[in-house]
């Protein structure tokens, strides 16, 4: 079976870190094929590198539109044969064209109770709200933002005098469990033919 990921990042990696960490712990039966940034300057490639893992450098400022940007993406991607990606902090919103490459095989990770709080500053928003939990989604990923089917979820709570950052940290931790349990999940999905 083909447990390739890919793996798209814009900043400090801190999930893919994660990924990389199970995958050496074999909680997480996969190999990282490539690790993609739209930045040079984001972080987490150092963690790819490290590891040993390809990392390639695709910057959105060098392509007209949004489109050919992620044509580009779905090349790279489809070229190591990879079958499932994740969205560890990438921060693009993908065209059509992205999506229909990969039905059902894309992933995203958000930190809020979906349907709760999509889009920017979630850990904001839930504390906006006077919400007394929050949480970590990992989601299949549709041509609506933050929207897709739901493969895990847990909460947090919030508690007095918390700020978005430190919501946010509490929100991470679970995180970094989270995701490679909900790829290792979605992965033996596939085998089954769910
Ligand atoms: C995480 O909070 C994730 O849920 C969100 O972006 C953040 C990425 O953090 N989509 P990191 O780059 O994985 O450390």
Aim: glycine share 6%; with cysteine.
């Amino acid at each position: 079976m083909n447990r390739a990921l890919g793996v798209l990042i814009s900043g400090r990696g801190s999930n893919l870190k994660a990924i990389i960490d199970a995958i050496r712990r074999r909680e997480l039966d996969a190999r990282i094929a490539v690790v993609i940034s739209n930045r040079a300057d984001a972080a987490g490639l150092d963690h790819a590198i490290v590891a040993g893992i390809e990392t390639l450098v695709i910057n959105h400022k060098a392509y007209a539109t949004r489109e050919e940007y992620d044509r580009a993406l779905v090349y790279e991607l489809r070229k190591r044969d990879v079958a499932l990606v994740c969205l560890a902090g990438f921060m693009r919103l993908l065209s059509p064209v992205f999506v229909d490459a990969f039905p059902n095989r894309i992933l995203n990770i958000h930190p809020s109770l979906l349907p709760k709080y999509p889009g920017l500053h979630p850990q904001q928003q839930a504390l906006d709200d006077g919400a007394a939990e929050s949480g970590a989604t990992v989601h299949f990923v549709n041509k609506d933002l933050d929207a897709g089917p739901i493969v895990l979820q847990q909460s947090v709570p919030v508690r007095p005098g918390d700020t978005a950052d430190s919501l946010a940290e509490r929100i991470l931790e679970i995180e970094h469990e989270l995701y490679p349990r909900a790829i290792q999940q979605t992965l033996a999905n596939f085998e089954a033919g769910r």
